[in-house]
C-alpha cells in the first residue's frame, strides 16, 4: 500500500497492486450509478439540512444515523431496577470502533456498587497522600495541574471482561476494555514531593464512591508508571470515568484504577480491602493476586452478529493489548487455526495501550473460523483456550469458564451465508 | 522526571528531584487541611451523586462542572442572524486543552456557507471517482469501508486562523486547529482501483454542501497521504466534520478537507472553485495559491485573560504542529525573546499533527513575556512577528496583520499581579 515504492506504471494499471486483488463483491451494480452525478453545479438532489443552533456551536454532537451505544453486561444478567440501583458495569460497543481511541461517551464502565456517580464540585475535591511520607500533601485540582504532567495512551480492562464465554456478539464478550488518551502527573512525581519513609512498600488508593473503591499497589508501581489523571481524550474525565481524578496504573486489572480519588496512603503491607472481592475465590486453584491482564486480541470485524454481504475481500479488524507492555506482533488464522498469519498493526504500538490490526482477507464464501493471536513485547503470547485448559488440568471444552482472567484466543465462525458467530456458543 | 534512573534515596529526599524545585506558593495553606481526612470508612462528607439513567448507561456525558465552550470565531465579529445563517466559523477552546486530541465536540469547524449541516443518511450516500481513470467508480459507505483502512492522527487547520492578531485569549487567536485521530482508505488505493490515465495530474474533491466545498489538490498529493476518512476518535465522523465521509489531505489548509464527499474528479489541470476565495487578495503580493500550513506553536498555559495565583512553579503548555511533518523541536522564552531554551516534547512528534510540549518554569512574580517557537521535520522554523514583516517590507510593527497564513511567534505578556494578556494587543 505504499505509493511511494510502487511506481506510476503498476498505478495506471489499477487494482492489480493490491495484495490479492480488491474484489468487492457489490461493487459492479453500483458502479452503474457512477453517471447518475454529472459534474454540473446544481444538479444534485439536495440532502436534508441540520440547522445550526447555540448548543450546537458550543459543542457538537453525533449524528442521528450514528445509533452505537453501550449496553449492560452481562447483557440481560440482572433485571433492571438493579440496573440503575446496585450493578453497573457497562460495555462499550466495539463492534463498531475504528482506530485506538474509544469515544469518552463509549468507554466502558464499572463500578463496584452502584450506577450512582459522585457529582463532585473541583473547586472543593482535593487529594491527600499520607501514610509513611515525611510531609503528607493535601492538593487541590489547581494544585494538581501545576506539577510537570505527561499524556499517555492506555487501556483499561475489567478483569471480569469475557467471564461468560459463549455470548454473542464482541460488545458482550469483550466490550469491558477501552483505551483513551490520559493526562495527569506522575504519580512518582508526587511522592518524591512527599518524600517516602524507607519502610513505605504498598500504597492504597482510595476514591469517593461509596464502597471508597480502595486498591492496594506496590510502591514500585508508584514509582515507575502509575498516572494520577485529571484530562481524558483533551478534556476533563468523565464523571463515569471519576471525575475530577482518577489513578491509571498501567496494565493493571481495571478495578485498581481508582476514580475519584481523594487519597492515597502509603503503607507497609498489602491492605486487604472491599476491591478484592474479585480475586477471592473459593477454590484455592483460582485464589490469586493477580493485578496484570494477560496479551489479549479479539477481532471487532467481521465478528458475532455480523452479516459478510457475499464473498471477495475483506479487512479483518481488531484490538491487541496486554498489561506487560507494547504488542509485538498479532496473527490472523482465517482457517480455524491451521495456519497463522502475521497482521498490519495499523497504529503504533504504545506501551499499556490498545493497537489496532488489520489483515487482508478474500473469502471464497465457504464457512470457516477466524482467529487473532497476540505476542506482547517482552515475549508473552495468547494462549489457546485448549492450552489454558491442559495448565488447569480441566476439560479441554471450548466453552469451559476459564478461572481468573480470560485472555485466550477468541474464535468468530463464519457460516457459508456470511453470518458470524461465536465460535464457543 | 525518570523514576528508573533515580535511585531510592534520592526519592526518600522528596522535592529535589525536581529540576528546579517544585514550589507552589498555594501549597502550604492546603497542607493544613491534611489531617481533615482521617483514613476511617465513613467519616467522610458525601457528595452528592449523579442518578444513573438508560442514557448515561447507553452514552456517556461530561461533568456539569465542566463548562468548556467553542465560540463564534472571530468573536462578536457578526451579528447573530449572521451566525446561524451565513458564516459558520466555531473556535476550540484550546486554553482547556490537554494532550492532543480535540475531543470531536469541541473541534472547530469552519463551514463556507451557512451553518446548516447536510444531514446525510449513509445508507444513501455514495462516493463517486471518475474523469481521467481507466474505470470510474462508486462506492456506498459499506463498500468503502472493505478496503484496507488506515489510522492516523492529524490536525486541521483554517487558514484565516489568527488573522486578527489582538484578540483576547488563546482560542480566540489561535482556535481555529484542532487535532483528532482520523480512520479511512488512503485515497491511493482507491485510485489504484480505477486506474489513472497519464494526463491525471490535479484533481477536484467535491462536498454535498451548499457551494460544494470544492477543492483542486495536486495528483501526487493524492498518491501520497491523502485519506478518506469515515471515523474520527474512534467513532463516525460528526456531522459538522463532514458526516459520513471526508477528504483529508494531511498538513494542507483546512479549507482542502471537503466534508461530505460525493465526488473525486481526475482532472488534468487546476480548476478554479468556490473555495478558492481563500486565496485570491487584491494585492499581488499576497496572491498565491497556498496550500501547506507552516510551523507553528503556540502557549496554551499560561495564556491570554488566564491568571497565575501567585510566583512560584508552572508547567508551561502548548501545542505545536506543522504541514511540512513531524515536529522537531519547540523552544520556550520566559524573557520576551531574548534567551530559548528547549521544550519537552509530551507526545510522540507524529507528522502532520499536533505535539503538546511543556517546559517548567519558575516565575519569580515580576512582569515578563512568554513565547513559543517550533521547528519541525524538515528544517523549517516558525518566524518572530518581526522577521515576517522584514520579508514582507512591511513596517515592523507587533500587531500588524500578516498577508496570508499567520504562523508567526505568539508573544504572552504575563504582569505583576499574574495577569496574563496578548503581547500583541
Given at each position: 500500500?505504499?505509493?511511494k515504492?510502487?511506481?506510476?506504471?503498476?498505478?495506471?494499471?489499477?487494482?492489480?497492486?493490491?495484495?490479492?486483488?480488491?474484489?468487492?463483491?457489490?461493487?459492479a451494480?453500483?458502479?452503474?450509478?457512477?453517471?447518475?452525478?454529472?459534474?454540473?453545479p446544481?444538479?444534485?438532489?439536495?440532502?436534508?439540512?441540520i440547522?445550526?443552533?447555540?448548543?450546537?456551536?458550543?459543542?457538537?454532537?453525533?449524528?442521528?444515523?450514528?445509533?452505537?451505544?453501550?449496553?449492560?453486561?452481562?447483557?440481560?444478567?440482572?433485571?433492571?431496577?438493579?440496573?440503575?440501583?446496585?450493578?453497573?458495569?457497562?460495555?462499550?460497543?466495539l463492534?463498531?470502533?475504528?482506530?485506538?481511541?474509544?469515544?469518552?461517551?463509549?468507554?466502558?464502565?464499572?463500578?463496584t456498587?452502584?450506577?450512582?456517580?459522585?457529582?463532585?464540585?473541583?473547586?472543593?475535591?482535593?487529594?491527600?497522600?499520607h501514610?509513611?511520607?515525611?510531609?503528607?500533601?493535601?492538593?487541590?485540582?489547581?494544585?494538581?495541574?501545576?506539577?510537570?504532567?505527561?499524556?499517555?495512551?492506555?487501556?483499561?480492562?475489567?478483569?471480569?471482561?469475557?467471564?461468560?464465554?459463549?455470548?454473542?456478539?464482541?460488545?458482550?464478550?469483550?466490550?469491558?476494555?477501552?483505551?483513551?488518551?490520559?493526562?495527569?502527573?506522575?504519580?512518582?512525581?508526587?511522592?518524591?514531593e512527599?518524600?517516602?519513609?524507607?519502610?513505605?512498600?504498598?500504597?492504597?488508593?482510595?476514591?469517593?464512591?461509596e464502597?471508597?473503591?480502595a486498591s492496594?499497589?506496590?510502591?514500585?508501581?508508584?514509582m515507575?508508571?502509575?498516572?494520577?489523571?485529571?484530562g481524558?481524550?483533551?478534556e476533563?474525565?468523565r464523571?463515569q470515568?471519576?471525575?475530577?481524578?482518577?489513578?491509571?496504573?498501567?496494565?493493571?486489572?481495571?478495578?485498581?484504577?481508582?476514580?475519584?480519588?481523594?487519597?492515597?496512603?502509603?503503607?507497609?503491607?498489602?491492605?486487604?480491602?472491599?476491591?478484592?472481592?474479585?480475586?477471592?475465590?473459593?477454590?484455592?486453584?483460582?485464589?490469586?493476586?493477580?493485578?496484570q491482564i494477560?496479551?489479549?486480541?479479539?477481532?471487532?470485524?467481521?465478528?458475532?452478529?455480523?452479516?459478510?454481504?457475499?464473498?471477495?475481500?475483506?479487512?479483518?479488524?481488531?484490538?491487541?493489548?496486554?498489561?506487560?507492555?507494547?504488542?509485538?506482533?498479532?496473527?490472523?488464522?482465517?482457517?480455524?487455526?491451521?495456519?497463522?498469519?502475521?497482521?498490519?498493526?495499523?497504529?503504533?504500538?504504545?506501551?499499556?495501550?490498545?493497537?489496532?490490526?488489520?489483515?487482508?482477507?478474500?473469502?471464497?464464501?465457504?464457512?470457516?473460523?477466524i482467529?487473532?493471536?497476540?505476542?506482547?513485547?517482552?515475549?508473552?503470547?495468547?494462549?489457546?483456550?485448549?492450552?489454558?485448559?491442559q495448565?488447569?488440568?480441566?476439560?479441554?471444552?471450548?466453552?469451559?469458564?476459564v478461572?481468573?482472567?480470560?485472555?485466550?484466543?477468541?474464535?468468530?465462525?463464519?457460516?457459508?451465508?456470511?453470518?458470524?458467530?461465536?465460535?464457543?456458543?
Amino acid at each position: 500500500m505504499d505509493s511511494k515504492r510502487t511506481n506510476r506504471r503498476e498505478l495506471l494499471k489499477g487494482g492489480a497492486a493490491l495484495a490479492g486483488g480488491v474484489t468487492l463483491g457489490e461493487l459492479a451494480a453500483s458502479q452503474a450509478q457512477a453517471h447518475d452525478h454529472p459534474m454540473t453545479p446544481g444538479s444534485e438532489n439536495a440532502s436534508p439540512m441540520i440547522l445550526g443552533s447555540k448548543e450546537l456551536v458550543e459543542y457538537g454532537q453525533r449524528s442521528r444515523y450514528v445509533t452505537s451505544v453501550r449496553i449492560q453486561h452481562p447483557p440481560g444478567g440482572r433485571p433492571s431496577p438493579d440496573l440503575f440501583g446496585k450493578v453497573f458495569h457497562v460495555a462499550s460497543p466495539l463492534q463498531d470502533s475504528v482506530g485506538v481511541i474509544t469515544p469518552s461517551s463509549l468507554h466502558y464502565v464499572a463500578t463496584t456498587r452502584g450506577s450512582y456517580m459522585p457529582d463532585i464540585d473541583p473547586k472543593l475535591h482535593t487529594l491527600t497522600i499520607h501514610g509513611l511520607v515525611d510531609q503528607p500533601l493535601t492538593l487541590t485540582m489547581d494544585d494538581l495541574k501545576r506539577f510537570p504532567s505527561v499524556t499517555r495512551l492506555h487501556f483499561i480492562e475489567c478483569a471480569g471482561n469475557r467471564h461468560t464465554p459463549q455470548q454473542k456478539t464482541v460488545q458482550e464478550t469483550h466490550g469491558m476494555t477501552s483505551c483513551a488518551e490520559w493526562t495527569g502527573v506522575p504519580l512518582s512525581t508526587l511522592l518524591k514531593e512527599c518524600g517516602l519513609k524507607g519502610s513505605a512498600t504498598w500504597f492504597v488508593a482510595e476514591g469517593a464512591e461509596e464502597v471508597k473503591g480502595a486498591s492496594s499497589m506496590p510502591i514500585s508501581k508508584a514509582m515507575d508508571d502509575c498516572l494520577i489523571a485529571y484530562g481524558m481524550n483533551g478534556e476533563a474525565l468523565r464523571p463515569q470515568q471519576g471525575f475530577p481524578v482518577r489513578i491509571i496504573p498501567p496494565g493493571f486489572e481495571g478495578i485498581f484504577h481508582t476514580k475519584y480519588l481523594r487519597r492515597i496512603k502509603v503503607v507497609d503491607r498489602y491492605y486487604m480491602n472491599y476491591n478484592d472481592f474479585g480475586h477471592l475465590r473459593p477454590d484455592p486453584k483460582e485464589l490469586a493476586l493477580s493485578e496484570q491482564i494477560g496479551p489479549k486480541s479479539v477481532i471487532t470485524y467481521p465478528s458475532g452478529g455480523q452479516q459478510l454481504p457475499g464473498r471477495g475481500f475483506y479487512e479483518i479488524s481488531g484490538l491487541a493489548w496486554s498489561g506487560g507492555g507494547a504488542i509485538r506482533t498479532v496473527e490472523v488464522s482465517t482457517d480455524g487455526g491451521k495456519k497463522w498469519n502475521l497482521a498490519e498493526l495499523k497504529t503504533t504500538p504504545q506501551r499499556m495501550a490498545h493497537v489496532r490490526f488489520g489483515y487482508p482477507w478474500t473469502w471464497d464464501g465457504n464457512a470457516t473460523e477466524i482467529l487473532s493471536r497476540a505476542t506482547d513485547e517482552i515475549g508473552q503470547v495468547q494462549a489457546l483456550r485448549e492450552q489454558i485448559a491442559q495448565w488447569w488440568n480441566v476439560p479441554v471444552e471450548r466453552n469451559y469458564r476459564v478461572p481468573g482472567l480470560d485472555n485466550s484466543v477468541m474464535p468468530w465462525k463464519i457460516a457459508k451465508d456470511g453470518g458470524v458467530t461465536n465460535g464457543l456458543a
